[in-house]
């Protein structure tokens, strides 16, 4: 199975601040890879897919970069609406596998 | 409004079955490939399974292999998720998730997931 390693698992940020969050996967996937935010109780939401395509409704301050191996998921200025755990996600090798998570918080 | 809806969780013995159920509403049904999803308690996400649109490929994680069936009903707007043999470690929130494609090969992430179902496997 592919292995996805996301750093790191917490990240303590304030209103405003520019936030980036890594995904290595143990093998190359390419750029199949999706990033989800979810928030307590609640459905994780598609952010990204394919590594760097903004999902339809998505706010344009979320980007996504990388191909191969490492990831990254950058919030360009953090907003209250944003603190929550994000997953990544790669579909080109069965088993689908996902990341542990980062969660961000208040700091 | 275009939806998932999750329903049939509940506490389970080991060795147990449970039948899981998903309605999609808002959308054409048939036209998608689905999945389910499930998170343990504190966790992180896990595929389970996948289905065709009309049903006729299915696949799984090697952990429920033998145990789970995943089906569909698309005059129901409905999908399934039979459990059986159930174990401790299939204790989880479990998801229901559309692959974004529309009648064609599947993309393989998804684009719209319900609020789960909590399913409890202990004695």
């Known amino acids: 199975d592919v292995q996805m390693t996301q750093s790191p698992s917490t990240l303590s940020a304030s209103v405003g601040d520019r936030v980036t969050i890594t995904c290595r996967a143990s093998?190359?996937?390419?750029?199949?890879l999706a990033w989800y935010q979810q928030k307590p109780g609640k459905a994780p939401k598609l952010l990204i897919y394919?590594?760097?395509t903004l999902q339809s409704g998505v706010p344009s301050r979320f980007s996504g970069s990388g191909s191969g191996t490492e990831f990254t998921l950058t919030i360009s200025s953090l907003q209250p609406d944003d603190f929550a755990t994000y997953y990544c996600h790669q579909y080109t090798i069965s088993p689908l596998t996902f990341g542990s998570g980062t969660k961000v918080e208040v700091k | 409004e275009v939806q998932l809806v999750e329903s049939g969780g509940g506490l389970v013995q080991p060795g147990g079955s449970l039948r899981l159920s998903c309605t999609g509403s808002?959308?054409?049904?048939?036209?998608?490939?689905m999945n389910w999803v499930r998170q343990a308690p504190g966790k992180g996400l896990e595929w389970v399974a996948n289905?065709?649109?009309?049903?006729?490929?299915?696949y799984y994680v090697d952990s429920v292999k033998g145990r789970f069936t995943i089906s569909r009903d698309n005059a129901k707007n409905s999908l399934y998720l039979q459990m059986n043999n159930l174990r401790a470690e299939d204790t989880a929130l479990y998801y229901c998730?559309?692959?974004?494609?529309?009648?064609?090969?599947?993309?393989?992430?998804?684009?719209?997931w319900g609020r789960g179902t909590l399913v409890t496997v202990s004695s």
């Open positions: 093998q190359s996937i390419s750029y199949w």
């Open positions: 998730a559309r692959d974004p494609t529309v009648r064609s090969d599947p993309k393989w992430y998804f684009d719209l």
């Open positions: 289905i065709k649109e009309d049903g006729s490929e299915k």
């Open positions: 808002g959308f054409t049904f048939s036209s998608y490939w």
């Open positions: 394919e590594a760097s």
